[in-house]
Each structure stands twice: as C-alpha cells, then as structure tokens.
C-alpha cells in the first residue's frame, strides 16, 4: 500500500518504525477509509496533501477524547480528512468542510457520497471568507486547520473572536479543540538551516512556496502557547513590546514551538460578569477597573485599547484577576465546583483549626483522670 508518511525521529528508519507501531497501536479505521486513502493516493496528483493514515488514526482518538459530535475542517482537498471526522463522530454527528478550489470541493462531495459519508458536507469558497460567515446552530467540538499556512494565524483569530463567553452562533463550544496541521512544517519552524533536509524538499512539494510561510506558523504556534487569551494578550501586551523583549520572553517561556493540540486554551474573551451591568460599579472591583468604568461605557475594561505599555500591562492583569482570582470565567461551571465540599480543602482544613483552637481543655484540672493512661482514655 502507498503511505505518506510524517517522520519526527533522528533518522527516516526509525521514524518509519515509529510510524508503523503506532499505526499498529491506533484506533482501527474502517475498511472503507482506508479505501478512500487508498483512492487519494492512487488518484490524485497531490495526493501528499491529505493526511496519512495514521494521523487520520490520531485524529480519530482526539474526536473520541472530547465525544465530539460536531466537527469543522478549514482545507479539505478531495475530503479524506472530512471523512475520517465523519466516521469519527458517527451517523448522528456532523461535518463541515471548507474547501476554496470547486474541482477539490466538488470531488469531495463525489467520494463522500460514493463512500457512503452522508453526514458531511463541503462549502466551497475562500474560507476566510466562509469561516467568518458561518453561522453554526450549535458550537463545534473540533475545529481542523488544514489550509493555506499563511491564514493559520487569521483563522485562529477568527475562531477566538467568534468564540466568546454567551456569543449567539459561536463557533467553538468551551473546551472544544483547535487542532493546526502541519504546525511544524518538517521541522521548519524549529530549523530552516541546511541541516534541515526539508529546506529542499518542502519548497518543491508544495504550491506556491513561501518562506515566509514558515513565520505565519511560528505566529500561530506562539499565539497557541500559554495564554488563556491569546488575541488579547496580542492587543494589550506584544503590541508594546521591542522585539528584544518579544524575543526573550519567549525564551524565558520556553516557546518549544510544538503544536499544543489543546486547544482549550482558545478559550476567549472574557465577558462582563453575569451581575455587574455596564457602569455598574462592584465592591471588589479594583482601582484599575473602577477607573475604566468611570471613564467608558464598555463591559469591561480589558475590551479597550491601550495607549501606553504599562497600562496594556495593568488590563492584561485585570483580565487574569477577573478571570482567575474572582471566578469570572463564564464558561466554567463553578456550581459543580462550589457545591462540593470536598474540594474545599482549604476551607475545611481551616475550620478544623478553628475547631481545636476553641476547643476548652475541661478535664485539666476539673475532671479527675481515669483509665489507663490517665489521660486519653476518659
Ligand atoms: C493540505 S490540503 C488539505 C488536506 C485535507 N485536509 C486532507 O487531509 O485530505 C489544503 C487544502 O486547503 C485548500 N485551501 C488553500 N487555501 C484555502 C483557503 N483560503 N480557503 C479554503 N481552502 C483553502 C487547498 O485548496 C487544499 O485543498
């Protein structure tokens, strides 16, 4: 059989070997998607676009993780991929795919129908354009990002925009994945010296080279580490910084340049706290924040621009304060959290102190002693 194979190992041999224990170790995939693989490779002039069957394996697995049901997929070439998510998410789950060439999207829409994935269906169009026109009755549970590289960072800026606390039609639900394809570019965006095989290969492979493609995917890596807001953190803090001080704290941070399929950090904007309407000013709210309400009408004050780098400094620790410390993220369904006394470590552990430390010693001195010991057993 063809494979198209992704290797991360010190040598092809061992990536092979690599590559095919764990295919062997993978959820199993059914005959009829390994049929259409089979029929991309055979059929069609880039057939490298589409994804191995081993990642189709592990895409399977991630589908499986978060029980999705609801899957959309930004590229979708003749629709392998597409299919692998609609086997994924079964008859009563969902496929969108966003496909920009009609030839592409239209031989999709043939296999999946050949193949028997009635529960998919592709859009053609550029999908900068379609993804910020969708308009999803439910959230998905997964968003793949397989298109041109150049719009990885755009699209994941659309995503988050489109993804807010309480948004009607949000795109992703809370929790649920952006997963980036090829983040790492044959090693790329880690190397692009000679030493790199790649620098050779991939320019070759793939249509309409750029270079600077390589920096789209840097971004869209970085923009995916650490942050429980990346756009924001954009707007209020790397907008002020020299690329000095870019450059070292992403060195300080470690940036492994990795793709972190987790995605629940795409988690966005924070909206204004269910008990505080616009103006409203809170007990606990601090100078910072009760300033910025003084002055603007907007939910909250991190949604505004910044003018100066201290002041992106001071709404960017607003936001985590109100996110982190005052339990202001929308999302997180803190009634399960409040609810159960057993996660109240603190609390109880404070309590019991409290306890002991009014607990009255009666039997010093007014109790006679009795018992073995004289002490404990009265
Ligand atoms: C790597 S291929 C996708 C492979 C597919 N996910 C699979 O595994 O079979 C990338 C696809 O993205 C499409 N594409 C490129 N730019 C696009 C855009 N702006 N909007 C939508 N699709 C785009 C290309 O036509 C191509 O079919």
Redesign the pocket.
């Given at each position: 059989m063809i494979e198209n194979c992704t290797t991360l190992y010190p040598n092809d041999i061992v990536g092979r070997k690599v590559s095919e224990y764990s295919d062997q170790h993978s959820v199993p995939l059914p005959e009829d998607l390994v049929k259409y693989h089979e029929w991309?490779l055979r059929s069609q002039e880039?057939s490298?676009?589409?994804?191995s069957l081993l990642?189709?394996r592990m895409l399977s697995w991630m589908a499986r993780m978060v029980n999705a049901k609801r899957v959309l997929?930004?590229?979708?070439?003749?629709?392998?991929?597409?299919a692998?998510w609609a086997n994924a998410v079964g008859k009563d789950g969902s496929v969108t795919?966003?496909?920009?060439?009609p030839e592409?999207a239209q031989m999709?829409r043939d296999q999946l129908s050949r193949f028997g994935w009635n529960n998919a269906e592709v859009v053609t169009?550029?999908?900068?354009?379609?993804?910020a026109g969708l308009e999803p009755p439910e959230p998905y549970d997964i968003i793949?990002i397989?298109?041109?590289k150049s719009?990885y960072p755009a699209y994941l800026k659309i995503i988050l925009d489109r993804s807010q606390p309480g948004q009607a039609n949000r795109l992703l639900r809370p929790g649920g994945l952006i997963i980036g394809?090829?983040a790492l570019r044959c090693g790329l965006v880690a190397d692009e010296s000679d030493d790199n095989p790649a620098t050779k290969t991939v320019p070759l492979h793939t249509?309409n080279w750029d270079w600077n493609n390589i920096a789209f995917l840097d971004e869209f890596n970085k923009m995916m580490h650490g942050h429980p807001h990346p756009v924001l953190y954009e707007r209020l803090i790397k907008r002020h910084q020299t690329s000095s001080e870019r450059q070292q704290e992403g060195q300080a941070k470690g940036y492994g340049r990795v793709l972190e399929a987790d995605l629940a950090r795409g988690e966005t904007r924070l909206s204004a706290l269910a008990t505080e309407a616009a103006g409203e000013q809170r007990e606990d709210l601090s100078p910072a924040r009760h300033r910025w309400h003084a002055a603007s009408d907007i939910d909250n004050p991190w949604d505004g621009e910044a003018s100066t780098k201290e002041q992106g400094s001071e709404l960017w620790r607003e936001f985590l304060r109100e996110r982190f410390i005052r339990g202001g993220d929308e999302d997180f369904d803190y009634a399960k959290v409040d609810g159960n006394e057993e996660l109240d470590v603190v609390l109880r552990r404070d309590e019991e102190d409290r306890w002991f430390d009014d607990e009255e010693p009666s039997w010093v001195g007014d109790r006679d002693a009795a018992g073995e010991t004289g002490v404990q057993d009265f």
């Open positions: 991309v880039h490298h676009f589409t994804i990642e189709a997929e930004i590229g979708t070439f003749v629709g392998f991929s597409v692998t795919g966003l496909e920009k060439s592409f999709a169009g550029d999908a900068l354009h379609t993804l793949f397989d298109a041109q719009g394809d090829n249509i």
